[in-house]
Nanobody, 122 residues
Framework: EVQLVESGGGLVQPGGSLRLSCAAS????????MSWVRQAPGKGLEWVSR????????DYADSVKGRFTISRDNTKNMLYLQMDSLKPEDTAVYYC???????????????WGQGTQGTQVT
């Protein structure tokens, strides 16, 4: 069974940093692309970032480009999201999600984690 457990959310001031982690199990992590999405209070789900199985290809939403960095450690089955220069609009619950493929066409979102502790940027 696919299991994704996020951690690392919290309270931070604008301009600060947080690193989110996602521990993956129940599948061969190294073979799959992964993604991060978020949901702000009262808002819909927003895609944040995506990384292919090998970690060499990354994509970011325009809203976070240049500030967030997605990475993975395939030896530890871990996915990360380094969030720098945080803004109030980054306030959200962040989720990691497994993609169907290793790379394009990705098709992420079929398997979700439970979400981080809410990230609040005030």
């Amino acid at each position: 069974e696919v299991q994704l457990v996020e951690s690392g959310g919290g309270l931070v001031q604008p301009g600060g940093s947080l690193r989110l982690s996602c521990a993956a199990s129940g599948f061969t992590f190294v073979n799959y692309a992964m993604s991060w999405v978020r949901q702000a209070p009262g808002k819909g789900l927003e895609w944040v970032s995506r990384i292919n199985s090998g970690g060499g290809t990354t994509d970011y939403a325009d809203s976070v480009k240049g500030r967030f960095t997605i990475s993975r450690d395939n030896t530890k089955n871990m996915l990360y999201l380094q969030m720098d220069s945080l803004k109030p609009e980054d306030t959200a619950v962040y989720y990691c999600a497994k993609c169907r493929y290793s790379d394009y066409p990705f098709q992420c979102g079929g398997s979700w984690g439970q979400g981080t502790q809410g990230t609040q940027v005030t």
